[in-house]
Nanobody
């Protein structure tokens, strides 16, 4: 059974930084697309960033470009999201997501992903 386990969330002041981690188990980690999504209170889940674990391709939501960086460690089957210059509007539950191998779809569509973590809360105060 595929498991995605996030960690690294917390509470920070605006301008601060956090690094989220997502460790995958029982998943064909290499050569697949993984992503970070977030869901602010009362809003829909939205794509934050995605990365191809077999190469260097990555994409970001406009709202986080230049502030967030997605990366991964193949040896550890772990996905990261480095978040810098955090803003109050970044407050959300952050989720790790993974596609079934070989599936397509828009990177920022929740329907593209089969596997989800339980989420980790990020709260940014002004």
């Amino acid at each position: 059974q595929v498991q995605l386990v996030e960690s690294g969330g917390g509470s920070v002041q605006a301008g601060g930084s956090l690094r989220l981690s997502c460790t995958a188990s029982q998943y064909t980690y290499r050569n697949n697309w993984m992503a970070w999504f977030r869901q602010p209170p009362g809003k829909e889940r939205e794509g934050v960033a995605t990365i191809y674990t077999g190469g260097t391709w990555s994409f970001y939501a406009d709202s986080v470009k230049g502030r967030f960086a997605i990366s991964q460690d193949n040896a550890e089957n772990t996905l990261y999201l480095q978040m810098n210059n955090l803003k109050p509007e970044d407050t959300a539950m952050y989720y790790c997501a993974a596609r079934s191998p070989g599936t397509g779809g828009q990177w920022n569509s929740t329907g593209t992903y089969t596997y989800w973590g339980q989420g980790t809360q990020v709260t940014v105060s002004s």
